[in-house]
């Protein structure tokens, strides 16, 4: 009887290493480093908010305003907005001033800030009958009164910045009436006051300078 000859198996084969110079692990690196690449565009793409000044503390009318009164703030702004802010990429100007009060962690307006040479000014409201619509925070507007005997000669407040418009529902607005609060010369407000009183049956006329 013959014997079946057991069949020898076959030789073990070993999968080698690819070597750093195996084009394959060149091209694995290329596409993970353009993932990364790729990637962190997309995430900066997708962050649309500005860092922007806002103080750190309460400031008054007259307090000097310098990098250390200040804290970065990230912001999502509307496609309008973000001019009447300093964001921290702006030079600040020197020897810069509050005209008005700010509150604590409330960004900066540039509306609210001058020289030093303006701490003396003060913040008036304004019950204005006519305004242009564009008017807003950071406007420079004349202020003109008319009444029952005639129109002026002119602006009895001229080129005044516009520190703050309130919303139409804290006031005013039922009386077909707008608020103002402009930033005025102590001297200036004195007198404004003192020619309003004079006027008989008073409107307040404002016009845009810029």
């Known amino acids: 009887?013959?014997?079946?000859?057991?069949?020898?198996?076959?030789?073990a084969t070993r999968t080698g290493t690819p070597g750093w110079r195996d084009p394959r692990l060149w091209i694995g690196?290329?596409?993970?480093a353009a993932s990364v690449v790729i990637g962190a565009r997309v995430v900066d793409g997708a962050d649309d908010t500005v860092q922007v000044w806002a103080v750190a503390s309460d400031l008054g009318a007259g307090d000097r305003v310098g990098e250390e009164d200040l804290v970065a703030r990230r912001v999502r702004f509307a496609d309008e907005?973000?001019?009447?802010?300093?964001?921290?990429?702006?030079?600040?100007p020197p020897d810069l001033a509050l005209v008005r009060g700010v509150g604590a962690d409330e960004l900066l307006p540039r509306a609210a800030v001058g020289s030093a040479d303006d701490a003396g000014t003060v913040s008036v409201p304004l019950a204005v009958d006519l305004v242009p619509p564009a008017v807003a925070e950071g406007s420079v507007v004349d202020v003109y009164l008319t009444g029952s005997?005639?129109?002026?000669d002119g602006p009895v407040l001229d080129d005044v910045v516009v520190v703050d418009v309130p919303a139409l529902d804290e006031g005013f607005g039922a009386s077909g009436e707008r608020q103002l609060?402009?930033?005025?010369?102590?001297?200036?407000a004195?007198?404004?006051f003192a020619?309003?009183?004079?006027?008989?049956?008073?409107?307040?006329?404002?016009?845009q300078v810029s």
Request: no cysteine.
């Open 149 to 152: 005997a005639g129109t002026p």
């Open 29 to 32: 690196v290329l596409v993970v």
């Open 181 to 188: 609060v402009v930033a005025v010369d102590e001297d200036d």
């Open 1 to 11: 009887m013959a014997t079946e000859q057991a069949s020898s198996p076959p030789p």
């Open 190 to 192: 004195e007198g404004f």
């Open 81 to 92: 907005g973000l001019d009447r802010y300093f964001t921290v990429d702006d030079a600040l």
């Open 195 to 207: 020619r309003l009183a004079r006027v008989e049956n008073p409107v307040t006329t404002v016009t």
